[in-house]
């Protein structure tokens, strides 16, 4: 039976699939890294690093392979990873924590925050989320039956003294209720490149602590901090240890998305809930895979030092070329994204490239101009928000990002 014989018995059968996944659609990310290939695009949208990955990393897997460790792992990680884990908590967040009770191997932070939310959230229950946010929070909420309540990031406006992303806090005062569960924070943030402060997370956690909430903190571009301003951990602040979970990944700070390794650290109660969800998605990570991992996370202070400086470049290098092409760009603060405003743009050239709409601007920059960024509205619950806004990555070797600027330069 051929594909289309198949698709035409399904639908007289009334075969339905299910209605939760009717409310989310296919990534907007990964659908523009296809497209990017089909165009040969420089591909400046899915956020992997192209750098190669450290040479003590591939070494631990492969000898982990030959050592004969490719079973499964002991389904919350294997002890070297969790040990690894622990040492880079205290040395990053300052905390000790248990190898034995509080971590949770999982694959790639993407599990690491669909098995939080399993963990905690019972249906019905409402779930915050900054918008824009990285586009796997919505469908994640869905999954896990969860209500969102949207607190919306504003951009600098053109004429304000703000040069960050804010959001209101009365707004997101209004957001917290009695059935109100979990807070979700990414920072750094994906897409905004926001670094949230002292004064706001406290803010949160004050909020947090009178409505008994959770919060998920997503700091997987935690070595990706410019300018001098500081990381801050959520987990750090007084009260909160007890209650939030932090998620963080190999996948950004080493340059190995590929290789779905990820993890969840809480509390030994959230935890022992976050490991049995755990166990039965997903079993474990790539048991050599994780011998790697632990590798990775002995690196020295100095590997950190040499990847943002060389992010501070690109990230300067991007900058000025979307800026010189037209585009209003803001500039980033952590992580390696730069979100941008096309309206200008837009306005001059609307009836030479004839377009339907905003919508359709990042699709047709690929094709047309041959680079291939994400269009807004896959980071806002309602499209329309994110029509005039495109979103680049700088997470590429500097020889990628000129290619990329040649290119944008047809823009003017
Ligand atoms: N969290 C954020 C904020 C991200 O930007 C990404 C990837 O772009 C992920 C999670 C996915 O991480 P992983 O590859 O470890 O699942």
């Known amino acids: 039976m051929s594909g289309p014989d198949v698709e035409k018995n399904q639908s007289m059968?009334?075969?339905?699939?299910?209605?939760?996944?009717?409310?989310?659609?296919?990534?907007?990310?990964?659908?523009?890294?296809?497209?990017?290939?089909?165009?040969?695009?420089?591909?400046?949208?899915?956020?992997?690093?192209?750098?190669?990955?450290?040479?003590?990393?591939?070494?631990g897997a492969i000898e982990a392979i030959e050592a004969g460790l490719n079973q499964y792992a002991i389904t919350w990680g294997t002890k070297n990873l969790r040990e690894a884990i622990a040492?880079?908590?205290?040395?990053?967040?300052?905390?000790?924590?248990?190898?034995?009770?509080?971590?949770?191997?999982?694959?790639?932070?993407?599990?690491?925050?669909?098995?939080?939310?399993?963990?905690?959230?019972n249906p019905s229950d409402e779930v915050i989320v900054f918008e824009p946010f990285y586009e796997n929070y919505g469908p994640d909420a869905v999954l896990s039956s969860a209500i969102t309540q949207y607190v919306s990031m504003k951009?600098?406006?053109?004429?304000?003294?703000?040069?960050?992303?804010?959001?209101?806090?009365?707004?997101?005062?209004a957001a917290?209720?009695?059935?109100?569960?979990?807070?979700?924070?990414?920072?750094?943030?994906?897409?905004?490149?926001?670094?949230?402060?002292?004064?706001?997370?406290?803010?949160?956690?004050?909020l947090c602590q009178k409505w008994n909430?959770?919060?998920?903190?997503?700091?997987?571009?935690?070595?990706?901090?410019?300018?001098?301003?500081?990381?801050?951990?959520?987990?750090?602040?007084?009260?909160?240890?007890?209650?939030?979970?932090?998620?963080?990944?190999?996948?950004?700070?080493?340059?190995?998305?590929?290789?779905?390794?990820?993890?969840?650290?809480?509390p030994p109660a959230i935890t022992k809930s976050i490991r049995?969800?755990?166990?039965?998605?997903?079993?474990?990570?790539?048991?050599?895979?994780?011998?790697?991992?632990?590798?990775?996370?002995?690196?020295?202070?100095?590997?950190?030092?040499?990847?943002?400086?060389?992010?501070?470049?690109r990230r300067e290098f991007l900058l000025k070329t979307l800026q010189n092409a037209g585009f209003e760009a803001w500039k980033p603060y952590g992580a390696y994204y730069i979100m941008v405003d096309f309206t200008d743009l837009w306005e001059r050239n609307q009836e030479k490239w004839k377009l339907n709409n905003e919508l359709d601007f990042a699709h047709w920059m690929a094709r047309e101009i041959g680079v291939a960024a994400v269009p807004g509205n896959g980071f806002y619950r309602i499209p329309f928000y994110g029509r005039t806004k495109l979103r680049f990555s700088f997470g590429r070797r500097n020889e990628v990002l000129q290619e990329a600027a040649a290119k944008l330069a047809k823009l003017k």
């Not at 903190?217 to 009260?239: A, F, K, N, R, W």
């Not at 994780?290 to 002995?298: D, H, I, R, S």
């Open 276 to 313: 049995k969800v755990h166990d039965f998605l997903t079993v474990g990570a790539p048991h050599p895979l994780q011998e790697g991992a632990a590798k990775a996370l002995g690196l020295p202070q100095d590997y950190y030092k040499k990847l943002l400086a060389a992010y501070v470049y």
């Open 176 to 206: 917290f209720n009695d059935k109100t569960k979990a807070i979700i924070i990414n920072t750094p943030n994906n897409p905004t490149g926001k670094v949230f402060t002292r004064k706001e997370l406290e803010f949160i956690a004050e």
């Open 13 to 59: 059968l009334s075969l339905a699939t299910s209605e939760r996944t009717e409310f989310f659609t296919e990534s907007v990310i990964r659908e523009m890294t296809r497209l990017a290939l089909e165009h040969n695009a420089v591909n400046l949208a899915q956020g992997f690093p192209d750098y190669d990955l450290p040479e003590v990393m591939k070494k």
């Open 213 to 266: 909430v959770f919060v998920i903190t997503d700091e997987i571009y935690d070595h990706m901090v410019y300018d001098g301003l500081e990381h801050i951990s959520m987990v750090t602040l007084p009260g909160m240890r007890e209650r939030t979970i932090t998620i963080n990944a190999i996948s950004k700070t080493y340059s190995a998305t590929g290789w779905r390794v990820g993890w969840a650290v809480a």
């Open 155 to 173: 951009p600098p406006s053109k004429d304000s003294k703000e040069t960050e992303w804010t959001f209101d806090f009365d707004e997101l005062k």
């Open 87 to 121: 040492k880079k908590f205290k040395a990053v967040q300052g905390l000790e924590i248990s190898p034995e009770t509080e971590v949770t191997v999982t694959c790639g932070s993407t599990e690491a925050m669909i098995a939080s939310l399993f963990a905690i959230v």
